[in-house]
């Protein structure tokens, strides 16, 4: 049996529409055009690279984009200063500091400085607070493992009762993707660098999701047969044959894993795309509690 492909790449793309039309839609109605504040500190390549694309999406989809970029050496007082003054800004509906920053930087106070109606990202901790606790909902959730979320829900996966494994632990994915689980009826374990005989505890998981930073570790024979599985990672490879010399992989051996998975994500293609979508959705759903 070869799996099903979950494709983000459409999935996305639907959302993005959606989105496109609601903007119209509120404007229409006498609302404000949506508007998206990105906050980038220090020249990391790949941040550069997000926030690029993220600023991308908003023009093509009518969302008002602003972006603000720091020198790697601006101080804690600079970055906080900024964020306080897209609080202040009725024009500014979305607030998105690129993470990570640059070292010295006390993220979780910057994070924090947000105001929590404008933090689209979802990472202020009163909103993660709030997707911890029963019976308490966020105004966000972060992008990304929404978007997982999502795809699995696309995907048939039946989440209520299931067994579910995230590996990895990190505050942008892991913890909150457990969370998400947690709240539709899955039983959940996460998984990290300690966790013993990791293989065997992946083998039990009707649900997978992948969020480790390491290409390829999750092997075929990892997965449950009939197992719904999302690939988060990312991770670049050598590749002598491939026109940049590199190519890109998940944390798990899709070739391997496609054998024996119900269904999976690829990388890329994937997850990825639900991101943005994401954002964008939490942005113009912003911009519509503003005009209410």
């Known amino acids: 049996m070869t799996a099903r492909l979950i494709d983000g790449k459409t999935i996305a793309a639907d959302i993005r529409q959606e989105v496109g039309e609601g903007v119209e839609e509120l404007i229409a109605a006498g609302g404000p055009r949506p508007g998206l ?3 980038l500190v220090g020249e990391n390549p790949a941040s550069q690279t997000y926030v690029r694309m993220k600023r991308k999406v908003c023009g093509e989809l009518g ?4 972006g ?6 601006a101080s804690q007082e600079e970055v906080e200063k900024l964020v306080k003054e897209l609080n202040a800004d009725p024009k500014v509906h979305g607030i998105l500091v690129q993470l990570p920053l640059p070292a010295g930087l006390d993220e ?3 994070l924090r400085a947000i105001d929590i109606e404008k933090d689209v990202d979802g990472f202020h901790p009163v909103n993660i607070g709030r997707l911890a606790q029963k019976g308490r909902e966020p105004l ?12 699995l829900k696309k995907a048939g996966a039946e989440l209520e009762g299931a067994n579910a494994v995230v590996a990895g632990r990190s505050n942008i994915v892991g913890m909150p993707a457990a969370l998400l689980l947690v709240k539709e009826n899955a039983t959940v374990t996460i ?3 300690r966790t013993r005989d990791l293989a065997s505890v992946c083998r039990e998981a009707d649900i997978l999701i992948a969020a480790i930073g ?3 570790m999750i092997r075929g024979d990892w997965i449950k047969p009939g197992a719904y599985v999302i690939d988060v990672g990312i991770n670049r490879v050598d590749d002598p044959e491939a026109k940049r010399g590199y190519r890109l992989v998940g944390d798990v051996a899709f070739d391997e894993a496609k054998e024996i998975a119900e269904a999976i994500t690829p990388v890329p293609g994937g997850v990825g795309p ?3 979508a994401g954002l964008m959705q939490n942005t113009l759903r912003s911009a519509r509690r503003a005009m209410s």
């Open 37 to 39: 504040a990105t906050v």
């Open 63 to 66: 969302i008002e984009s602003f």
């Open 68 to 73: 603000h970029e720091l020198p790697a050496d």
């Open 108 to 110: 979780e106070a910057i």
């Open 140 to 151: 966000f959730v972060p992008c990304t493992p929404a978007g997982c979320i999502t795809l």
């Open 191 to 193: 998984c990290h660098s």
């Open 214 to 216: 390491r290409p390829e």
């Open 274 to 276: 639900m991101t943005i």
